[in-house]
C-alpha cells in the first residue's frame, strides 16, 4: 500500500481547499477532515492542528470531537508528542502508547481511551509560531516509516498553503475596511454638499459645522451625517466600488 502522495498532487488538492473556503478557520477544519480522511486506509485516524499560544497549546481544528479530545489530555500534561513537534519543528512518533517511556501520565490517559498511535508533525508558520498537525489511531503500529513521510509531506504542503490563506484573509480584511471607510467618506460627502447648499457656505465651513455638531451632540460623524442624507432623500447612498 503506497500512502506517499504525489507533491503535484498534494498542492492541488490544498489549493482546492483553499478556493473552496472563505476563511483561515475554516480552511483548517477542511484540512484536517481531508488529512483525517487521507491517512485513513486500514484503520481510521483522527486528526487535529495544534496552535502555540504564548507556549501553550491549543487546538484551532480537529477531525472530530473526539480528536479535539485527545488533543486537550495532551495540553493537560503540558507535553506530548502533538506539543513536543510544533515547539521543535521536529515530528515525532509514538508507535505503541503501552510501550513508550517519554510520557507516562499521558500516555496512560491516552491508552484508557483505547487510542495506541500517535503521530505529532511540525506545522510550522514563520515568524506566526509554531504548530503540529497530529494524528491519531486506534492500531499499534500503524504509523509507518512510508506513512511518516507522508504525513511529513502533506504537512509541508499544507503550511504553504495556510501562509496563502493567511495572506488572503488579510487581503479581505484590508479590503472590507476600504470599503467601509469609503462608504463612510461618501456619505460624509454628501452631508457636506447639503450643508453647504442650506448654509451658502464653502466646503470647508460646511464639513466644520458637521464635526461641531457631531461634538455637541456626541453622534458619530457618519451617523450625523447618514441622518442629513436620509432628510432630504428616501434612497439609500451606494458607493461604487470596484474589486
Known sequence: MNLVPEQH?????????LLRTESVEFFLEAFVVHAAEKFSKDT?????????????GTTVASSSEAAKALDEVQYGFGD???????RTGRTVL????????RWPDYTDAIQDRGFYSILGVPLLLGNDGG?????????????????VQAAEAFAAEA????????????????????????QARTVIDL???IVMAQNKCSQEAAFEIL??????????LRDLASRIVSSVTSEGVETHFVD
Request: hydrophobic share 40%; net charge positive.
Open 9 to 17: 498532487s498534494v498542492a492541488a488538492e490544498l489549493q482546492q481547499i
Open 131 to 147: 504548530a503540529g498537525l497530529n494524528l491519531y489511531t486506534r492500531e499499534p503500529g500503524y504509523f509507518t516509516p512510508e506513512t
Open 94 to 101: 509514538v508507535a505503541d502508547v503501552r510501550t513508550e517511556e
Open 191 to 193: 452631508a457636506v454638499g
Open 80 to 86: 506530548g508528542p502533538c506539543l513536543r513537534a510544533s
Open 211 to 220: 464635526r461641531q455638531a457631531s461634538s455637541n451632540r456626541n453622534v458619530k
Open 44 to 56: 481510521e485516524v483522527l486528526a487535529g492542528v495544534t496552535l502555540l499560544r504564548n507556549k501553550e
Open 159 to 182: 503550511a504553504i498553503a495556510l501562509q496563502l490563506a493567511v495572506q488572503l484573509s488579510r487581503h479581505k480584511s484590508a479590503a472590507e475596511h476600504l470599503r467601509a471607510a469609503m
